[in-house]
């Protein structure tokens, strides 16, 4: 026989559902005291018609003094008992628990088998008073706290550009220590930087190379003096259309002529170099040159005495002064650049005027001298900078306070996006006197934590009405995160989750 428990935790469905799934024919039930389930003198029919169906045998045990018991039933004779809702062949146990009816009506409705909720049997009398009250403030807490602590919002406020520019003559001096705005005075220190780089730049200068035409001349002498033409002497061609000049390789002395020479007269032969280089110098035999400062070619003339050779011209790419020049400039100013961007890096918030940087080229090597053949050449620059620098926050804060006075009511500088500059005016040893130009970003005078707290937790009807009344703002624009909050139609309840940017429009 198997024996099966249950305990008040178990309900009548339970117990069906054990009859009907236990493979053994004879089963005893036993009821721990305080369950329900035999309180009701139906449920125990209701079980031994089950098993009766399921051709089961059962002994119920257990609230003994609820029911009759099956061993006091008498089988002599059967009492008649009604269907009790139950219709043969029809498996009771899966009825849903709606469908059984109770035993007043004699029709038995069967419970679902579901997990229940753990009984609370702390919770008696006052207790569940307390405990919902607890509940509940914790709820109303928990609630609060999410609203307050979880959305955000970004507000943008928009205002029209507004610049105001100004000029002003100040000194940085190397003996002040912090800005005097009285006197127009802020303190000066002197930096130190030496660069070194190299540069390869094509060269773009021409120049006609080639050799001189040589030749060989004779020089008639008509004249009754003797002439004599030292070397280097110079001819110059008469005929051929083109004046070519020449001169004497050697001294050449021709003696005087007899009286009326037509013919054979005085000449002397000598070897001559053209004076310039190409072809045009490649006369031929039988032209006639003027020889020296003798300008009457009836008394003296020189003729080419064989076709001259050797001349010849081309032109080559050498590097010109102007290509030096050039490279030095740029790059002197690229080293300059580097020079500068390092002093800034390593002294960040300085200002370095214009014309308060001042070179000393240590050294400069050029591998083509000017006029040299080729098509490219290298430069190496090594140069020491010495920069006359000061602070751009006294810079900005001295134009700053120059200009308060002339800024109108409601607006106040933005020092973030205003802009200073400044060039030297005159130098001295140690000081500086520098012109100042400020273009000063005007915005509206906000008092970000006061918008904030006054639309903190508002509807936003209440919120747009409220920005729309600030002065000099030409638009704003709400985000709330996360962004479902929306929703809500209200702002964050906690003035601090609300961040407040005021910008100015492109």
Do not use: H
């Not at 089950?50 to 609230?63: D, H, P, R």
């Not at 490649?282 to 001349?311: C, H, P, R």
Request: charged share 30%.
């Amino acid at each position: 026989m198997k024996r099966l428990e249950f305990d008040e935790k178990n309900n009548l469905a339970d117990v069906l559902n054990a009859i009907k799934n236990e493979a053994d024919a004879q089963i005893e039930i036993f009821i721990f005291p305080g369950s329900e389930i035999l309180k009701d003198s139906a449920n125990r029919e209701v079980l031994e018609l089950l098993a009766k169906q399921s051709g089961k045998e059962i002994t119920i045990k257990g609230n003994e003094t609820v029911g009759p018991k099956i061993s006091e039933k008498v089988e002599a004779k059967e009492q008649p008992k009604e269907n009790l809702g139950f219709v043969e062949g029809e498996d009771i146990a899966e009825k849903e628990p709606g469908q059984v009816e109770e035993a007043p009506k004699k029709k038995f409705k069967l419970p679902l088998s579901i997990p229940k909720l753990p009984k609370l049997g702390f919770l008696k009398g006052k207790r569940w008073i307390y405990f919902a009250g607890g509940f509940l403030i914790l709820a109303i807490v928990g609630l609060v706290s999410f609203f307050w602590f979880v959305p955000s919002a970004d507000i943008t406020l928009s205002t029209e550009k507004k610049f105001q520019e100004s000029e002003l003559s100040l000194v940085a001096s190397a003996q002040a220590e912090e800005i005097d705005a009285k006197k127009g005075i802020i303190p000066l220190k002197t930096l130190e930087i030496t660069k070194e780089d190299v540069v390869e730049k094509d060269a773009t200068g021409t120049k006609t190379v080639g050799t001189n035409a040589k030749g060989r001349v004779k020089i008639i002498n008509r004249d009754t003096k003797e002439k004599k033409f030292f070397a280097g002497t110079e001819i110059k061609t008469i005929t051929g259309g083109k004046s070519l000049s020449f001169t004497l390789d050697d001294v050449a002395t021709v003696s005087a002529a007899p009286v009326a020479c037509t013919n054979d007269c005085s000449e002397t032969a000598v070897n001559v170099t053209a004076k310039a280089i190409g072809e045009d110098s490649n006369v031929k035999t039988g032209t006639k040159f003027q020889v020296g400062s003798v300008t009457d070619t009836t008394k003296v003339v020189a003729e080419g005495l064989i076709n001259f050779a050797g001349g010849s011209s081309k032109k080559i790419t050498v590097v010109s002064g102007d290509d030096q020049k050039k490279a030095k400039d740029e790059l002197l100013k690229k080293i300059e650049k580097e020079a500068k961007e390092e002093l800034e890096k390593e002294n960040p918030g300085i200002t370095i005027p214009e014309g308060g940087l001042e070179t000393e080229i240590l050294n400069e090597s050029y591998s083509k001298t000017v006029g040299s053949e080729a098509k490219d050449f290298r430069l190496s620059l090594e140069v020491k900078f010495i920069a006359k620098v000061f602070s751009e926050e006294d810079l900005k804060e001295l134009l700053t306070k120059s200009i308060s006075e002339s800024i109108p009511s409601g607006f106040e500088v933005d020092k973030e996006t205003s802009t200073v500059t400044s060039e030297i005016l005159e130098k001295t040893d140690k000081d500086l006197k520098v012109l100042g130009k400020i273009a000063a970003s005007l915005i509206p005078k906000v008092n970000e934590a006061e918008v904030a707290r006054n639309i903190a937790g508002k509807d936003f009807g209440t919120t747009d009405k409220y920005l729309k009344s600030l002065n000099s703002i030409s638009g704003f624009e709400i985000k709330l995160e996360p962004s479902f909050f929306r929703i809500f139609g209200t702002m964050p309840l906690s003035g601090g989750r609300i961040k407040i940017n005021v910008v100015q429009k492109e």
